[in-house]
């Protein structure tokens, strides 16, 4: 098993291949190639959940419409709305 450093130099090392790669299509193929079809699904629901919250649908009628659990949907806003957000500041730069 990875420790935790390991694991910190790991996606630090991914953190910033990615901010270096400016081409969709490079990050899109990496991302299907890294990631099995589940765990892509995974990150998929997570962000479609974030953006349902950023767009006002309420935790019930997300979990409703894309049958998400409600204690992810609830991790979700509650990481939305902290100081600092990452998710806010990703759905912020999409806006752009």
Do not use: N
């Amino acid at each position: 098993m990875m420790d935790d450093e390991v694991v910190r130099r790991s996606i630090e090392e991914l953190s910033t291949v990615l901010a270096e790669t400016t081409e969709k299509e490079w990050i899109r193929r990496f991302l299907y190639d890294l990631l099995t079809p589940s765990e892509i699904r995974e990150i998929a629901g997570r962000w479609l959940l974030v953006r349902e919250i950023d767009r006002g649908t309420t935790q019930r009628e997300i979990a409703r419409k894309f049958s998400l659990s409600l204690c992810k949907i609830t991790r979700g806003s509650r990481e939305l709305k902290k100081p600092g957000s990452a998710f806010r500041y990703m759905i912020d730069k999409l806006k752009e």
